[in-house]
């Protein structure tokens, strides 16, 4: 049913309880799995040296490395991590279509209300934009 899958990770345990069921879906399904980070790229006023963009980098490095470590041990066939930059909902889109992506396995902070208005919701752009199924996993489905 899925041949490719892509777990978006921010690092935060909202999008570790999202990388367990990627992890089991793939596994289930035989499929590859595929990682992203996004770097957003700050606003143009304000300054945000090499060295910030470059710690943002980091970041992404090792959350990438923590979902390809988790899906090694759990003895998942192929996977891919991929630190990307821009909007990340943009970027998530743009890797579905350009890696033939058939599932995307994401977290949801649960934000609601003004919250939700004011920060926007990566996830639910995705939900509402991917052309492939995107299913969302809630932080309490990591306990």
């Not at 978006?8 to 992890?23: F, L």
């Not at 799995?33 to 606003?43: D, F, G, I, K």
């Amino acid at each position: 049913m899925y041949d490719s899958i892509l777990v978006p990770t921010d690092g935060s345990d909202t999008a570790q309880a999202a990388v367990e069921h990627a992890i089991d879906h793939a596994k289930q399904y035989d499929a590859a799995l595929h990682t992203l980070y996004v770097v957003e790229e700050p606003p143009t006023d304000e300054a945000a040296g090499p060295e910030v963009l470059e710690s943002l980098e980091t970041t992404g490095e090792r959350a990438i490395q923590k979902v390809i470590d988790a899906a090694e041990a759990a003895d998942v066939g192929t996977v891919e991590g991929v630190v990307g930059e821009g909007s990340p909902y943009r970027a998530v889109l743009d890797y579905v279509d350009q890696h033939d992506i058939d599932l995307v396995v994401m977290g949801t902070h649960g934000r609601t209300g003004l919250d939700r208005y004011l920060l926007g919701s990566v996830t639910e752009k995705v939900v509402r934009s991917a052309p492939v199924p995107v299913l969302t996993v809630g932080s309490a489905s990591a306990d």
